[in-house]
């Protein structure tokens, strides 16, 4: 992919008056972090700071048509660059994109959904220690609520009862009982001191809890085709 880049006069927030220019090449964004619209406009205003130590900061503001909003992007510079150019190293808003999971699924257990996007969040923000707990937290309820809607009389059982425990006693599908088995497993390395499985990380957890989901949902629907037929004959 070829990275679109645009020259900009950026103001010096050392000595802030209209005086102190400089001409910096900035990487564009290709989308709007607010309503992921593709974007390749330049941006509206631009500063820059330089440290004692010599490091240069760019800092960009766009406005995204599409959407009626701002954003804000900080630039690294390289100084040894010809062209004094730019890097992301950081956006705010975050990017607000997040999985999006099926009607059906979201009905079934609202919590998950909730909780899954915190994760994506703090996982977009950075916060790679924190993300995992939340994914962790999202597959208990994912698994959960699913036991329920399959056993809804023993409610309270599976709500007191150890993540480990309810997949073994109330997941009876064996396809969703290995993955929310593995995910379990991976889930809780995320929360202990010790790390077990070393070579699996949030990634894989979250590959484990994607395709949990899609055999959740590939059973949800055939319940609903089940009835479907029934109902129709
Ligand atoms: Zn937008």
């Not at 999985?99 to 790679?128: D, M, R």
Request: with cysteine; charged share 20%; net charge negative.
């Amino acid at each position: 992919m070829i990275l679109m880049k645009t020259s900009v006069h950026a103001l010096n927030l050392n000595h802030y008056d209209s005086e102190h220019f400089v001409e910096f090449s900035l990487e564009l964004p290709t989308k709007c972090p607010c309503c992921g619209t593709a974007y390749s406009r330049s941006p509206e205003h631009a500063n820059y700071f330089q440290e004692s130590s010599g490091v240069m900061t760019a800092y960009a503001t766009y406005f995204c048509p599409a959407c009626g909003r701002c954003f804000f992007v900080v630039y690294l510079i390289q100084e040894d660059s010809p062209d004094f150019l730019g890097f992301p190293i950081a956006q705010y808003p975050t990017p607000s994109e997040s999985t999006s999971f099926s009607q059906e699924l979201s009905t079934l257990t609202p919590k998950f959904v909730e909780i899954y996007h915190q994760a994506e969040k703090a996982e977009a923000l950075g916060l790679t220690e924190l993300c995992g707990i939340g994914y962790r937290k999202a597959l208990e309820f994912l698994v959960k609520d699913y036991a329920i809607s399959q056993h809804p009389d023993k409610e309270s059982e599976i709500v007191s009862s150890f993540l480990g425990n309810c997949i073994a006693d109330f997941i009876d599908n064996k396809k969703i009982k290995t993955l929310a088995k593995a995910s379990a497993w991976l889930g809780n390395d995320e929360t202990h001191y010790v790390r077990k499985h070393q070579n699996y990380n949030v990634q894989d957890l979250k590959r484990f809890i994607k395709a949990t989901v899609a055999y959740i949902d590939s059973e949800l629907s055939f319940t609903e085709a089940f009835a479907f037929l029934n109902n129709s004959q």
